[in-house]
């Protein structure tokens, strides 16, 4: 399966959480509840700067706060590409890669009385929606959220390959949909559990990528293993443990996995481990599994 919730924006900022992982085991185990708490507000202007990563050059940061009790962040706006050879990395995203986002799926019957609709847009609106014809119902379609788990262990981080489509047989990080009831860290540890059959104690929150074209956000939380157990669960065929320079980026499922270890990679050899956001942009016509077919643009991090 597949989750996530929003946490953070250019336009809004942190709200308090306090994180209480349940138990709750995919074989049996005891385990220990464990709480998280931060509280955080941001701002940032002129996100639109960047950085080039083929010339290592860094242009004027976009200027943000992010106070944690009493500590200061600042958020530094660049830009990184993973696009094949032809495309412009550089280049905005283009506004028929918004459209299709919205444009995405199609529906044709009204989910509340079965009738026929028309896609139109609706008075004092931007966007064209599905109308049902007999009870005028507007049908609004909402990104679904993806959370997930970068777990650390003896200085290795625990992927599953996945025994689903789609990328069937490629490396993942536990993650998946986040159910209606849960929050984002609850979500991203019952992943972990049903993956991975782990037990993880969520540490802080990672990355949030947005991936406009096809309508998911991901959150993604480093976490820790409660005990050094771990197997494969329904939707996977193997766990492993992989050293930072075993990592097999040539077989990740996601452009967000290829995205969030890169990123990890940078910080742990950087000697910081930072948070993340940015928005994936993926060339219109790639299938989900074309891993390394995207832009990171509007990439902040604290």
């Known amino acids: 399966m597949l989750k996530t919730r929003q946490i953070l924006g250019c336009s809004s900022g942190f709200v308090s959480h306090r994180w209480k992982p349940y ?28 950085y080039s990563s083929s010339s290592s050059t860094l242009l004027p940061t976009a200027t943000a706060t992010w106070s944690s009790s009493t500590r200061r962040h600042r958020f530094g706006a660049l830009s990184m590409s993973s696009a094949p050879s032809g495309s412009s990395p550089g280049a905005p995203p283009s506004s028929a890669a918004v459209q ?5 799926r199609k529906i044709n019957f009204c989910q509340l009385c079965g009738g026929p609709t028309k896609h139109e847009i609706p008075n004092g609106e931007e966007k064209i929606r599905a109308i049902c014809t007999v009870c005028e119902r507007i049908a609004y379609e909402n990104p679904k959220m993806v959370v997930g788990c970068l777990i650390e262990h003896d200085n290795r981080i625990l992927l599953c390959k ?9 490396w993942t990080l ?16 019952r992943e972990t559990r049903e993956e991975a059959c782990a037990d993880v104690e ?40 992989f050293a930072l320079d075993e ?8 452009s967000s996995m290829v995205v969030t270890l890169k990123l ?38 604290s």
Do not use: W
């Open 23 to 50: 138990s709750n085991t995919c074989t049996s185990s005891s385990t220990t509840s464990g709480s998280l708490s931060f509280l955080s507000t941001s701002t940032c202007s002129n996100p639109l700067l960047s």
């Open 100 to 104: 299709s986002a919205g444009n995405a």
């Open 162 to 170: 996945r025994k689903i489509q789609p990328s069937y047989g490629l």
């Open 174 to 189: 536990p993650a998946g949909y986040m159910e209606i009831g849960e929050s984002a860290a609850e979500g991203a540890i």
């Open 202 to 241: 969520v540490l802080s929150p990672f990355a949030q990528l947005d991936i406009p074209l096809i309508g998911q956000t991901y959150v993604i939380f480093l976490a820790r293993l409660k005990t050094p157990h771990f197997s494969p669960g329904p939707e996977s065929s193997e766990c492993r443990l």
């Open 247 to 254: 990592i097999p980026f040539d077989s990740l499922s996601f």
């Open 264 to 301: 990890y990679v940078e910080d742990v050899r950087a000697g910081k481990i930072k948070f993340h956001y940015g928005t994936i942009n993926k060339r219109p016509g790639t299938s989900p599994s074309d891993s390394h077919a995207y832009t990171l643009d509007y990439h902040l991090q």
